[in-house]
């Protein structure tokens, strides 16, 4: 087992920045992907980024390349998204993941494991 707690979510202004944490605990692996996914009301879950924990490979989505960072601590077992230049339509509720079996780390169905959530809101 895997436990994930996000952290550092909350009410920021457009244009403003925010780094998110996920701190991981429980049986680790060194070899597989942490991602963060958003969903907004209404909206399907969305890849934000991910990297490979071993190699310290890094992926984003289009929309948030070029303003968002993800990074991790191995000795803190922890992840992190650096969020800049934030805009209203990256309000959603953002989720820490493992993806101990697979190499499709676009897809959320596979990962296996996932935080409680972190509410990102950009008011305008």
């Known amino acids: 087992q895997v436990q994930l707690v996000e952290s550092g979510g909350g009410l920021v202004q457009a244009g403003d920045s925010l780094r998110l944490s996920c701190a991981a605990s429980?049986?680790?692996?060194?070899?597989?992907?942490m991602g963060w996914f958003r969903q907004a009301p209404g909206k399907e879950r969305e890849f934000v980024a991910a990297i490979r924990w071993s190699a310290g490979s890094t992926y984003y989505s289009d929309s948030v390349k070029g303003r968002v960072t993800i990074s991790r601590d191995n000795a803190k077992n922890t992840v992190y998204l650096q969020m800049n230049s934030l805009k209203p339509e990256d309000t959603a509720v953002y989720y820490c993941a493992a993806n101990t079996q697979s190499s499709w780390f676009r897809a959320w169905r596979e990962y296996d494991y996932w935080g409680q959530g972190t509410q990102v809101t950009v008011s305008s």
């Open positions: 429980g049986r680790t692996f060194s070899n597989y992907y």
